[in-house]
Structure formats: C-alpha cells, structure tokens
Nanobody, 121 residues
C-alpha cells in the first residue's frame, strides 16, 4: 500500500506558474498526474517512468508543464507554467506498477487526495 500526498495547489492568475509536489510513503514506479474539473471526467495530464527518462504529456499541456521526480525523496513534481483558466481543476497524483508512463487511469493503483488549482482570467 502506497500513500500519496499532493501539495502546491492554489490560486494564480492566467500566465502564472505553480509547482505541485507528490510525496509517496514508499517506493513507486510510474507516477502520473491527472486532473478533474467540475462536471468533467478525470483526465490525463502527464506521467513519468521510474527512471525519469521517459515522459508522456497530454497535448493540452505539452510545452507548458514539466513532470519530474526525485526517487531519493519518493517525490514527484509537476511544474506548471503559462497557466490558463481552462487548467482549473483538482489535480491528482497517481502511482502505477507498470514500466511505461501510461495515460490510462486503469493503469494506476494508488491515488492521492488531490490539490485544487484555480487559474483566474
């Protein structure tokens, strides 16, 4: 059982930046970030392999968001730059057992409680 705790969310103006963190209680393999806006389904944002050498991004965030990890700290990060109002959502960290950074929710076993990101126009 791995517990994940996200932090770093908040309110920011359009064009601003935030850095989300996800601390795991133990060893993790693939780590992913997903988000869910009110009235919408949870969607993939980014994922990273355990080694950190393979990443995967949703087209909507490519070039603006960067996923990374520090395995010595059991921590994953999501650097979000150039934020837009449509990025407003609850952001969830997830851990999967696969080797590839999947974009599919079903490939992730453990989830954090989420952190709210609100981008004002």
């Amino acid at each position: 059982q791995v517990q994940l705790v996200e932090s770093g969310g908040g309110l920011v103006q359009a064009g601003g930046s935030l850095r989300l963190s996800c601390v795991a209680s133990g060893r993790t393999y693939t780590m992913g970030w997903f988000r869910q806006a009110p009235g919408k389904e949870r969607e993939f944002v980014a994922a990273i392999s355990r080694s950190g050498t393979i990443t995967n991004y949703a087209d909507s965030v490519k070039g603006r968001f960067t996923i990374s990890r520090d395995n010595t700290k059991n921590t994953g990060y999501l650097q979000m730059n150039g934020l837009k109002p449509e990025d407003t959502a609850v952001y969830y960290c997830a851990s999967g057992s696969g080797g590839s950074p999947s974009r599919w929710i079903s490939d992730y076993n453990y989830w954090g409680q989420g952190t709210q990101v609100t981008v004002s126009s």
